[in-house]
């Protein structure tokens, strides 16, 4: 089955305390992002990836980092969680840059 | 500013309705992509529809209808005979795929219109 998926789904953890939100896909797909889902924000763009080894920031980068070592996976880390932080994440792939994005189930984290 | 502009925030109608979700954008690119997702209650983002800057024809895919004109920057959404089922929030969102494109090559996405649908 064509899918993203994402893990944890659910995260509460203290102020800095470094995690990583995994996210992988399985449709060969070039592109990948994430996004945080806040309420009256809508969605916001994070991270972004183009192809392996190449990323770059969205709208809302500060705090946290990417990699992008293999086409399929792509996790999202907070080297220093912040209450701030606190938010519905989701990950995204598409074939390309334009093409219909496809979304993780999202990752519901709380920083206390 | 904000690309794509969902005036309303929330929308309740009783089963059997039609009802129109607004979405209008904004973007100097020829070449874009709207795009439609529904995120029922339990979280998770479906999507709906994709088109892009040269097509303006009408879709219809059952229930679900959406009016693209190019004239007035819209892409919107009807639900024909709403469902309970039909109650969520629901995302237009827009690609920008051009020169001028600033983006940063995410989906731009409204902030969305609630629509609770009651027996």
């Known amino acids: 089955e064509a899918q993203v998926t994402q893990n944890p789904r659910y995260l509460i953890t203290v102020t800095g305390k470094k995690l990583t939100v995994t996210c992988s896909q399985n449709?060969?797909?070039?592109?990948m992002s994430w996004y945080r889902q806040d309420p009256g924000l809508g969605l916001r763009q994070i991270y972004y990836?183009?192809?392996?080894?190449?990323?770059d920031k969205g709208d809302v980068p500060e705090g946290y980092k990417v990699s992008r070592k293999e086409k399929r996976n792509f996790p999202l880390i907070l080297e220093s969680p912040s209450p701030n932080q606190t938010s519905l994440y989701f990950c995204?792939?598409?074939?390309?840059?334009?093409?219909?994005?496809?979304f993780g189930p999202g990752t519901r984290l709380t920083v206390l | 500013a904000q690309k794509v502009t969902q005036a309303q925030t929330e929308i309740s109608v009783v089963e059997k309705e039609d009802v129109t979700l607004d979405c209008v954008y904004e973007?100097?690119?020829?070449?874009?992509?709207l795009f439609w997702y529904k995120q029922p209650p339990s979280g998770e983002l479906v999507f709906l529809i994709r088109?892009?800057?040269?097509?303006?024809q009408n879709e219809i895919s059952g229930r679900y209808s959406w009016n693209f004109q190019k004239s007035t920057s819209s892409f919107n959404f009807t639900i024909t005979a709403s469902q309970v089922v039909d109650s969520a929030v629901y995302f237009c969102?827009?690609?920008?795929?051009?020169?001028?494109?600033?983006?940063?090559?995410?989906?731009?996405f409204g902030k969305g219109t609630s629509l609770l649908v009651t027996p």
């Open positions: 995204a792939s598409s074939l390309f840059v334009t093409d219909t994005q496809y």
């Open positions: 449709m060969n797909h070039e592109y």
């Open positions: 990836s183009m192809n392996v080894e190449v990323t």
């Open positions: 973007t100097r690119d020829t070449t874009y992509y």
């Open positions: 088109r892009n800057s040269f097509d303006e």
């Open positions: 969102a827009l690609s920008e795929a051009g020169a001028n494109s600033n983006s940063g090559y995410a989906l731009n």
